[in-house]
């Protein structure tokens, strides 16, 4: 009667109790193990995974036992059979499975193996290619493709556990040896060495400095090479390298952060708790450069009918052809034909140049150029023409909510909706209320992320919001190490091995250098709206670095202009290399400014860049602009490229310890006194001398939520 769908001590200790009795009953002649509730497991609990007495060695003793009872054991999967769930089952002698449930082994995600005999029993089951797949991805298999794989016995469209039980029935008395997986040989491929050596390059490829594919990897090779009772030692000896190795750790810590993140607060007592949705029958999107593009597809994707708007006809084609292109490509992705995602049909994909179209949809999401007295215009024009309980949201990177909520008669309904680029790709989502931004309306906009399938991350209203904000001193910090000495191959490369996609430059080069530049003129930070006089490498008594608008002054934008911090094969290429222009530019520059170059070492670069971003955060806590440190970690790693095994930026600067961050800060702000980004926030300063605690009590430290309403 113990429920399978978390394992727990209890769990294991049912089962085999269970199986003891069968075993000894001589009335008994087979025995089924099924789930509660229509599932069969899914593994073990997450939050124990850590914890020292975590039941992993048990379950591989279970499932030993399970394989060795002298009855045919079956197993009736129904719902999900994952991770150590799924190694029950391939423990189990046969394996019937309901046509909807889905099998995995996810522990790779979470920076593990699995660890329960899994790694030698699946190859064996459904061969090295299959079971390497399966092991390395963590990917789940519907039902259908388990039965073509052999991983299962039979499906069944009606009652599993029915099904499993005339299964045991007529299997009564049938030897049990060629059913037991650790006594059969792995199958053998033509050439199974130069199969691994060719998976193991694409598997470290995609692991990206992840320790646990490559890991899986090598117990999966050890089932090829050695014995089942070796193998099983492998395995438990790789997975304690893992357990130890730190990133099992920080995964478990993004896998959780995700959870903790969807529970947003707000300083006024808005609450994920207490506020409701409205429902998202229809969508409107306003321009669509490459921003709107992706919305759109995300929309239709999600099956929100929308209304795709430009300001006149000739950008509408444009737009129309680009999204539809993408909804193509997307069509075949998915392996629907295209009137499966019914693009075509007008009623689920309307193109307009008409405000007037947009008179009856439930929300309408704008992403016209980065300008506030565009967007202003547009907002009132909203606030007009939309129906009254319309949903209005701007996608602008950094521009003030409140301002652009200011244009309406109906600020409560205003809410930033940051889409991050390709928007039908990027799973963040990040959420910015504005000062009279009603719960409803928050609530609405994380339902909205949910439909699309991304993460929505509830944050307030500031300049650069919670991800661009950190970002800015990252990149400032960029900067100056080039104009110090470094160059952009140099810090990228610094930033790519810590585990980014991209690093700072090649990522301003995707970007558009121009975004900043212009950024940067609205400011009054650079153009002709600076005062005569002004020195070129300070603003407001601070350290600024013309550099990035010195490119921008020569046309170098980026990959759309083949030229920005490094060249391209041509304008719209994506090959980065290295530029003597570039070289010979710094070098000059520094001359002019008198500044000596210096080597400056990887330890330099990697701190700098990372800890301001990380004393940003700091601040973005304290001012109470997020909720937690998980909000700050979930958006970094689904939005900024971060890797995901470091954590997120603040569980990463947990690892590296607050004092050591502190003491750093304090070390290069003392060089740089004129840059405030490395000043250390108050709030790190006073988590370091409270003795360091563990991130998730950070929280409790601030002496009250600093209310900014
Ligand atoms: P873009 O220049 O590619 O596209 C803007 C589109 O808006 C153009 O097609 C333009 O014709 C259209 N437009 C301008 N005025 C209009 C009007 N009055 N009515 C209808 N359409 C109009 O810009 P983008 O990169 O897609 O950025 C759009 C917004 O998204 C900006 O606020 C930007 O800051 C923000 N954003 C951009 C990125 C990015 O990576 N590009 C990421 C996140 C957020």
Redesign the pocket.
Known sequence: TASLFCFSFAVLQALEDGLEKADADPSVKAVMICGENGKFSAGADIRGFSSPNRPVKSLAALVSLIESSKKPVVAAIEGVALGGGLEVALGCHYRVAHVKARMGLPEVTLGLLPGAEGTQRLPRLIGVPAALDMITTGKHIPATEALKLGLVDEVVEENTVEAAIRLANKVIGQPLGPRRLSLKPVPKLPDMEAFLSEARVRVKKQAQGCLAPELCFQAVRAATQMPFADGVRRERELFMVLLSSGQARALQYAFLAERAAQKWTTPGGASWSSATPQPVRSAAV???????RGIVTSLVKANIPVVA???DLE?LNT?RKAVMLLLEREATKMELGAQTLDFHNPARLQFTVDFDSLRDVDLVIE????NMA?KK??FHKLSRICKPGALLC??????NIDEIASATSRPQQVIGT????PAHVMRLLEIIYGRHTSPTAIATAVQLAKALKKVGVVVGNCFGFVGNRMMFPYVQQAVFLLEEGSRPEAVDRVLEDFGFKIGPFRMSDL??LD?GWRSRQGQGLTGPSVPAGTPARQRQGQRYSPLPDLLCESGRFGQKTGKGWYQYERAGGRTATPDPWLHNLLAQYRDTHGIEPRFIDQEEILERCLFSLINEGFAILAEGIASGPEHLDVIYINGYGWPKHKGGPMFYASTVGLPRVLAKLHKYSEAHPDVPGLRPNAFLKKLAAVGNPPIKEWMSYLSQQSSRL
């Open positions: 306003i321009g669509l450069g490459t921003m709107g708007l430009e300001q950008y737009g992403a016209v150029f980065e565009l215009e547009i701007t996608n602008t990177s950094a521009l940051h889409f991050f680029s970007a558009g975004v």
